[in-house]
T-cell receptor
Framework: AQKVTQAQTEISVVEKEDVTLDCVYE???????LFWYKQPPSGELVFLIR??????QNEISGRYSWNFQKSTSSFNFTITASQVVDSAVYFC??????????????FGKGTKLSVIP | NAGVTQTPKFRVLKTGQSMTLLCAQD?????MYWYRQDPGMGLRLIHY???????AKGEVPDGYNVSRLKKQNFLLGLESAAPSQTSVYFC????????????FGPGTRLTVL
C-alpha cells in the first residue's frame, strides 16, 4: 500500500521559533518521489520540493530544510525562524508507479501551521 | 502561459443537478488529474488521464465521470450531484517525466444543497 501519514494535524508556534513538520510514508517500491506542497489561506497549492528515493541528501532553501531518511521512511520539513507568512496547511505527498506507464500522487492529510506574531 | 486554469471558481448546485468542471492547461502536459479536498482528508484522486482519449479511476471515482477529448482539456462531470460531493476540486497536470511535479489549478469550490 502507498500511504503518507502526517501525524500532526495542527501546530502553533510563536514567530521566530523553529518548527518541524513530520511526514512518514509507506511504499514497497524502490523508485518513488516525495513532495511537499504549501496551501496558504488563499487556497492554491504551491510546490515546495521534490526528492527521489535515490537521493538522501538533505536540502536547504533559505529558511526551509528537508530531512529525508529512508531508514525510517520519513521526509520531515523544518522551517527556521518562522514568520507569519508561513501560516498555511502543508501537505506531504508520495508519487508512485501505478501501472500502465502511469504515476500517481497520494497525499497526507496535511498539517495546519499557525505562526503567531 | 496561464498554467492550469479551472472553470468555474465557485458553484452551488441542488441535489440531483448535473454539471461539468473544466480544466485547461497550456503546458502541453500529457498527464492530468482531478482531486477533491475535504476538511481533514487531504487531497484524494478522483480520476486521471495519461493522454488524450484515455482516462482511469483514482481513489474516489464514484459519482464522477471524466473525458479527455483534447490534450489540453480534462473535464469532470457530475451527473446527479449529491451533498456528499460538496468539496473543493483541484485539477493538476504534469509532464510525462516521472520526476515531474504536478502543477495545480486554483480550485473550484462546489456546494451541493
Amino acid at each position: 500500500a502507498q500511504k503518507v501519514t502526517q501525524a500532526q494535524t495542527e501546530i502553533s508556534v510563536v514567530e521566530k521559533e523553529d518548527v518541524t513538520l513530520d511526514c512518514v510514508y509507506e511504499t514497497r517500491d524502490t523508485t518513488y518521489y516525495l513532495f511537499w506542497y504549501k496551501q496558504p489561506p488563499s487556497g492554491e497549492l504551491v510546490f515546495l520540493i521534490r526528492r527521489n528515493s535515490f537521493d538522501e541528501q538533505n536540502e536547504i532553501s533559505g529558511r526551509y530544510s528537508w530531512n529525508f531518511q529512508k531508514s525510517t521512511s520519513s521526509f520531515n520539513f523544518t522551517i527556521t525562524a518562522s514568520q507569519v507568512v508561513d501560516s498555511a496547511v502543508y501537505f506531504c505527498a508520495l508519487m508512485f508507479y501505478s501501472g500502465a506507464g502511469s504515476y500517481q500522487l497520494t497525499f497526507g492529510k496535511g498539517t495546519k501551521l499557525s505562526v503567531i506574531p | 502561459n496561464a498554467g492550469v486554469t479551472q472553470t468555474p471558481k465557485f458553484r452551488v448546485l441542488k441535489t440531483g443537478q448535473s454539471m461539468t468542471l473544466l480544466c485547461a492547461q497550456d503546458m502541453n502536459h500529457e498527464y492530468m488529474y482531478w482531486y477533491r479536498q475535504d476538511p481533514g482528508m487531504g487531497l484524494r484522486l478522483i480520476h486521471y488521464s495519461v493522454g488524450e482519449g484515455t482516462t482511469a479511476k483514482g481513489e474516489v471515482p464514484d459519482g464522477y465521470n471524466v473525458s479527455r477529448l483534447k490534450k489540453q482539456n480534462f473535464l469532470l462531470g457530475l451527473e446527479s450531484a449529491a451533498p456528499s460531493q460538496t468539496s473543493v476540486y483541484f485539477c493538476a497536470s504534469r509532464p510525462r517525466l516521472a520526476r515531474g511535479e504536478q502543477f495545480f489549478g486554483p480550485g473550484t469550490r462546489l456546494t451541493v444543497l
